[in-house]
């Protein structure tokens, strides 16, 4: 079993920065993607980010040089720095764990709040 726990989020003028941390714990294939989803209000979750372990990343076209993540593999930690935020960033911002070893496996954290005032 694996747990997330994230932290991070908050309310922010636009403009403004953010950065999400996740911590993950527990049996965790070393070769892994963690990544950052986000769910706006009746929308559907999309991926923002995500970094292998190997550390190739990806990020959505709406966040290319506004965000950046990175992870620290030691720690199994992910972070996300969010810099010149838009009120469209708003959202459920999620952790995402995963990886696939004969199966595929994927564990999501509780979520963190991020608002962005107009």
């Known amino acids: 079993q694996v747990q997330q726990v994230e932290s991070g989020g908050g309310l922010v003028q636009a403009g403004g920065s953010l950065r999400l941390s996740c911590a993950a714990s527990g049996t965790i294939f070393s070769r892994n993607v963690m990544g950052w989803y986000r769910q706006a209000p009746g929308k559907q979750r999309e991926l923002v980010a995500s970094v292998t372990s190997g550390g190739s990343t990806n990020y959505a076209d709406s966040v290319k040089g506004r965000f950046t993540i990175s992870r620290d593999n030691a720690a199994n930690t992910v972070y996300l720095q969010m810099n010149s935020l838009k009120p469209e960033d708003t959202g459920v911002y999620y952790c995402?764990?995963?990886?696939?070893?004969?199966?595929?496996?994927?564990?999501w954290g509780q979520g963190t709040q991020v608002t962005v005032s107009s």
């Open positions: 995402n764990t995963g990886w696939y070893n004969l199966a595929w496996y994927d564990y």
